[in-house]
């Protein structure tokens, strides 16, 4: 995902309000490491 961004800001350079926007959902993305895991099985 961070490659992708990486992508849209290299084809966006002049564009200031896409830059923001891209840096903020990047802060989002690295701030976010922790999620709930599902496990596929039942409980004992």
């Known amino acids: 995902m961070l490659k992708f961004l990486?992508?849209?800001?290299?084809?966006?350079?002049?564009?200031?309000?896409?830059l923001i926007a891209l840096g903020?959902?990047?802060s989002?993305?690295?701030a976010k490491k922790y999620g709930?895991?599902?496990d596929q099985h039942e409980d004992e």
């Open 28 to 30: 989002e993305l690295n």
């Open 6 to 18: 990486q992508t849209l800001r290299d084809e966006h350079k002049d564009d200031d309000d896409m």
């Open 24 to 26: 903020e959902i990047e």
């Open 36 to 38: 709930l895991v599902w």
